[in-house]
């Protein structure tokens, strides 16, 4: 008989993993689900890219081990985008990295920064990820609020009023996953400040920073000025040229914390490969055109849900970015879990309990709109037909 290590028998599965088998068992009946709970883009990467890709994986000389700091281009690419898109200038060769999507870096990097014993500041509610991270490093997990008063936004003085003394890492999400909530430049300017005097690191999420609905466009937090001294940012393809399935993106900043995170990659992976590399630099390199057509089409879908959820939900939040609604449930509700369950199971809809993303969210849900809008129209419908 297998015996798992005991660390590994304390994990919880993912929430999506158990989701996974609920709607397998559901679609296995013949119903049709329709998935709004998790934030996977449905639309293509741009043409160019796919282009890219299917030339370079042609070539009989794309197919071999990459370097852990990724190909010189990619990284100038990465710092061609931020030059034009943050107004940031990065040194590719010091102060950026490939990443093998956002995710990875979250885990990595807690491995990398803590030990034992350190705490972890957290975003409640935010990405559950950010607080497995810490505990898998040994570290102790520390929520701040973020609060529906003040529309889920970042408050400094949340994050000061949590801080401790073994305070080692600080996390921030702009564009905010669930809420959608966005972060100004200069709330980041002074939390770069406290973190000077506090003696923290801050870690910017950064993934849907170009999918926004009105300017100001979201900042970076390596605009800010000094903020590479105590900071890095986390961005990937995934969400922005909607290569999720690709697992490439990047880390920017700090040249000591990414040359640490080097040296746990070189150990445990070799990077990704050369024809992503190529279709990554060509995204990156390419005019905006796409990414504003395809923010209109994302605001179109945004917009469909509106009217329904001011029918049903006592609050809601419109975000200015993102693609995602975060929501109360309706007042006859006892639990978000209980509305997402009788949601799938009579509506054939799946959402997202907000609960899930800690104890602030708990009587919200998030819902994504990352599909067609005539299949959001028929969720809708269905919905309606169900709770009205």
Known sequence: MINPSTK????????FLNLQKRIDELQSTGREIIRLDIGSPDLPPPPEVIDSLTESIRKPDTHGYTSTRGPAYFREAVAVYYQNRFNVTLNPEEEVSPLLGSKEAIINLHQVLLNAGDDVLVPNPGYPTYA????????????????????????????????????????????????GSVVQSDTLENLVQLAKERHFILIHDAPYSDIYYED????SLLSIAGARDVAVEINSLSKTYHMAGWRIGMICGNREIISALQTLKSKVDNSTSIPIFRAASTALLMDRSWILARNQEMKNRRDLFIDYLTRISPCFIKPKAGFYLWAQIPASFSSDID????????????????????SNGKNYFRISFCQPQDVLQRAINKLQAWYL
């Open 216 to 219: 100001p466009k979201p900042p």
């Open 339 to 358: 509305f997402c369950n009788e949601a799938l199971d009579n509506a054939g809809v799946s959402m997202t309990p907000g609960s899930i993303y800690g």
């Open 132 to 179: 497995f991270g810490a505990e898998y490093a040994g570290a102790n997990v520390i929520p701040y609020a973020l609060n529906s008063d003040n529309a889920f936004s970042l408050e400094n003085q949340q994050i000061e009023n949590t801080l401790t003394a073994n305070t080692k890492l600080v996390w921030i999400n702009y564009p905010n996953n669930p809420t």
């Open 8 to 15: 590994i028998s304390g994990i919880k599965p993912y929430y």
